[in-house]
């Protein structure tokens, strides 16, 4: 019954009296009824009118309607034609005069029927509501695996609901496990061990058809060994070069390789490799004396070095529309720490204020400082814009006014790493955190105003390295930060600073430019 009361109650005619049942039901305020004779159908709910039926009931009682002509009635306040409306209320206070109810009184009965029954459930249909409720939130909390992957496998062509649903399980406790060709199936699963598989019905370009082939393959098979195999033992008449790029992109080919790059690399050869298998399988191919030729030799497969990591996460959301093993925001995590008073999902243990007060839609005065990487911008016409942003902790939205998008649209671009400065409060719609935006600033200003050391770890030097560097580092000139270079191969080790002259701004497109050097392996910057 509480339940059912809850469904319906959320409604815009109910809402307003929600402190009032509240209220009565704890016992703080005096239950009353708009006339005596309607407290057996109104008991239930504390004197207020919940549902259609309760209105229906009391144009039959107050007003002496039939039920049928109560139901027209129930219909004509769900149309608010205004006409009609003027009609009923004049047969109500009719109705009502029999009993010796006045016409103010039976038109205030009357108004308080009109504002619930435009909007109120029907009880039967709100019970079917909560009986959903009941026994999904019973399995939520019993076996949370098993339901998750069900609700992830059930919207597995909508993106946002992917990441809420990945959202919500990561607070449960549940570990999500990446796509994996020698695991996964079409769906999500879960697994003995409590967490979820993730299933390659979620990663674009890939159709329902070529992962049914895969998996059947692997069922003849037991487990794939290499990209060579695999490709070997799927029948090419099921998927295409796009269907493995999607999984390669994903990581659901990670046990296959060396890593990502080298799988993309060996991809092109190892289906031609299989083709050709095929084609000679097909043909019949013998020797002069009948008997099968000889096994082609095995094809040598060459690999390479792993993708950069923001190439390797952008293919990842690419396929997925999210990130699994990663986040671009990763790689800033120390500056980020220096700098911001928590990450987005930790913003429920560091708000002072309280979340369920009457002031709860104003913003609050606590200043929050945040990082994230922009993932929409909403422009509200002159009235501004909403940036919904994410860290690897969660996502929120960033709401900023006229005045602040146009000092700031600039920098509102999508995937941008920005840091955002301004008031936190609980958004009545959604009833998750928003922030009010006074302040954005680039992660590449922050990194700049904060970077102490910018690290170079290189495995050999060029003749020309130096005039390379000196090049790269000519726009970032002027800076505090210091170039320390670490040189690291089989024949020793060495560390060295470089002076003052060559002190840089110490940016993340710095550190991208100079990594993208021959020789070069790492750079990266030391903060205060």
């Known amino acids: 019954e509480d339940l059912i009361a809850l469904v319906s109650l959320y409604r815009p ?140 496998s059930s919207d597995m062509d909508n993106t946002d609901k992917i990441v809420n649903f990945l959202d919500e399980s990561r607070a449960l406790g549940l570990k999500v496990l990446p796509p994996d060709v020698n695991s996964s199936t079409w769906q999500f699963q879960a697994l003995r061990d409590g967490s979820i598989r993730y299933g390659m019905g979620a990663i674009k370009g890939v159709g329902r058809g070529a992962v049914d082939e895969l998996v059947g393959a692997r069922e003849q098979i037991g487990v794939f060994q290499g990209v060579g195999e695999l490709c070997e033992q799927v029948s090419a008449a099921r998927v295409n070069k796009r269907f493995y790029e999607a999984l390669i992109n994903c990581g659901a080919m990670d046990s296959l390789g060396r890593n990502r790059a080298s799988l993309a690399l060996q991809l092109p050869e190892a289906m031609r490799s299989a083709e050709q298998k095929s084609r000679d399988a097909l043909s019949g191919q013998h020797d002069m004396f009948g008997a ?8 040598i497969l060459a690999e390479t070095q792993e ?37 987005i999902g930790e913003i429920e243990k560091n708000y002072k204020g309280k979340r369920d007060d009457e002031k709860r839609s104003h913003y609050a005065s606590q200043t929050f400082t945040l990082a994230g990487q922009v993932l929409l911008v909403r422009r509200r016409g002159e009235k501004g814009a909403t940036v919904l942003v994410e860290d690897a902790s969660g996502r929120m939205e960033m709401s900023f006014f006229n005045d602040m998008y146009v000092e700031y649209g600039e920098l509102l671009s999508r995937d941008a790493i920005l840091l955002f400065e301004g008031g936190v409060s609980v958004d009545n719609f959604t009833g998750g955190w928003m922030m009010r935006c006074t302040r954005v600033t680039t992660i590449g200003d922050a990194s700049a105003q904060q970077a102490r050391v910018l690290r170079l770890t290189i495995n050999r030097v060029e003749a020309d390295f130096n005039e390379q560097l000196r090049t790269i580092i000519e726009p970032f000139r002027g800076g505090a930060t ?19 002259e060559w002190r840089v701004r110490g940016e993340p497109a710095l550190c991208q430019a100079i990594e993208a050097m021959d020789g070069v392996i790492e750079a990266e910057l030391r903060y205060r």
């Open 307 to 343: 993708w950069p990591i923001d190439r390797l996460l952008a293919a990842e959301r690419e396929s997925l529309g999210i990130y699994l093993s990663g986040h671009p925001m990763d790689r800033w995590r120390d500056l980020v720490s220096k700098l911001v008073t928590c990450q």
């Open 482 to 500: 210091t170039i320390r270079i670490v040189l690291n191969n089989s024949v020793g080790h060495a560390e060295l600073e470089l002076g003052p």
């Open 13 to 152: 005619g109910p809402m307003d009296l929600i402190p009032d049942y509240v209220a009565r039901k704890q016992g703080k305020q005096a239950i009353e009824y708009p006339d005596k004779r309607v407290e057996p159908i109104l008991r239930e709910t504390y004197g207020i009118m919940v549902y259609q039926e309760q209105v229906m009931q009391m144009a039959q009682i107050v007003g002496h309607y039939t039920l049928g002509a109560a139901d027209l009635l129930r219909r004509a306040m769900g149309k608010k034609k205004a006409d009609e409306m003027a009609r009923h209320r004049d047969t109500f206070r009719a109705g009502a005069a029999q009993d010796g109810i006045d016409a103010d009184t039976a038109d205030r009965i009357f108004d308080q029927m009109e504002k619930f029954a435009g909007y109120g459930f029907n009880k039967s249909h709100a019970a079917a509501y909560a009986l959903i409720a009941y026994q999904t939130g019973w399995l939520k909390t019993h076996y949370p695996a098993e339901f998750m992957a069900a609700v992830l």
């Open 292 to 299: 099968s030729s000889a096994a082609a030799p095995p094809v």
